[in-house]
């Protein structure tokens, strides 16, 4: 009897101890992709200074950046916030005290919208840089002058922090990858001319983050603020919106109430996406009601 005990003793005990090497090497892992250095070489955009041109980079701010770094740009404190996970302020974009601009060079700048690495090359926790990473040299250059004209903040934000046990799940890949290992650094997508068509439509919703949250085939699933429990509508013609007009897209978007009277929650940014023009709110119908009649996903 004794042995059998023994024996059971020795197998239990290893499978703990195989359990702990496994949490300590996937702790290892997820530590390490988050403390990569990217070396990334400069794109070498051409910053504009002409009235247009700014006024172009105040409207892609406007409308794609204010939600999660405020109103002012000075950056939100407690923009993720879970005691399980961790904890992640937004950056205040400002020259303010506390601010990056005074510190980042338009080149830095560049590489953490378009590639999601900070001044020091390491993986920044902005999950909108897979829809950032899209903007071509002209909106992206539009972008960086603006933000270099903005009244300076004086708001401190805090270190970011991941707890242990958020490395060992980013590790084990529950959190899929880091905006930087998601987006391809080397090629650079199409930039198709402004204009009322589906191809610069296309672009509006990737550089717009709406397939962050609407999926990659943006036909819904989960939302990705895994503290969230909701799933995200479908807008490809799979879903409500194959009923709806032009008209009624513009609408939605402009008071955040759908045809069907329904009022969208704070979990859709509409009051930012309703600064988009006509014309750009016409551009990214006609894109979402040319692709495929896909299915509800609801990421089961
Ligand atoms: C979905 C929310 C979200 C959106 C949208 C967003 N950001 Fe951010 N951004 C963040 C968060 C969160 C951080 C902090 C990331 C970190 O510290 O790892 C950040 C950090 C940054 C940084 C600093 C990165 C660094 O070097 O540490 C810059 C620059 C930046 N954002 C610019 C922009 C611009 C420009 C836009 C609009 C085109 C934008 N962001 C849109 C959430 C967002
Ligand atoms: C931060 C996440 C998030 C982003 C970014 C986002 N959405 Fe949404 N969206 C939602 C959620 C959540 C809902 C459902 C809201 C509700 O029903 O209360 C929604 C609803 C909608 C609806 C209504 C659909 C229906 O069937 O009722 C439309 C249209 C829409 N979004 C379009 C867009 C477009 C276009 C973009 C990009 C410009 C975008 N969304 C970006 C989260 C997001």
Not at 66 to 86: K, N, P, R
Not at 214 to 233: C, R, S
Not at 267 to 287: N, V
């Amino acid at each position: 009897m004794k042995k059998v005990f023994k024996w059971i003793g020795i197998v239990l005990g290893s499978l703990i101890g195989l359990l702990l090497v496994t949490v300590a090497v996937l702790y290892f892992m997820g530590s390490a992709r988050l403390n990569k250095t990217y070396d990334i070489p400069p794109d070498n955009i051409a910053i504009p200074t002409d009235a247009a041109s700014l006024e172009l980079g105040k409207h892609r701010v406007e409308t794609m950046c204010l939600g999660c770094h405020t109103e002012d740009l000075g950056g939100m404190v407690g923009w993720f916030v879970s005691e399980q996970i961790g904890y992640v302020d937004s950056s205040n974009l400002t020259s303010g005290e506390g601010g990056i601009a005074s510190t980042y060079t338009d080149e830095d700048f560049v590489r953490a919208i378009r590639h999601g690495v900070n001044k020091e090359g390491k993986p920044t926790f902005m999950i909108a840089v897979t829809a950032t990473y899209h903007i071509n040299d002209r909106d992206l250059g539009a972008i960086i002058a603006y933000l270099r004209t903005v009244p300076p903040v004086d708001r401190q934000t805090k270190p970011k922090y991941f707890s242990p046990f958020a490395k060992v799940l980013l590790a084990a890949g529950a959190f899929g990858q880091l905006p930087a290992e998601a987006v391809d650094h080397t090629t650079r997508p199409p930039a198709p001319e402004p204009g009322v068509t589906v191809e610069f439509g296309k672009y509006l919703i990737d550089i717009n983050d709406c397939r962050v949250c609407h999926g990659a085939e943006l036909n819904g699933g989960p939302f990705p603020d895994p503290t969230i429990q909701l799933i995200t509508p479908n807008l490809t013609p799979g879903g409500e919106l194959s009923a709806w007009s032009e008209e009624d897209f513009i609408q939605t978007l402009r008071t955040g109430v759908t045809p069907g009277g329904h009022q969208l929650s704070e979990y859709m940014p509409w009051q930012e996406k309703s600064r988009l023009t006509d014309d750009e709110l016409k551009a990214m119908y006609l894109y979402l009601q040319s692709l495929p009649k896909l299915e509800q996903a609801t990421g089961q």
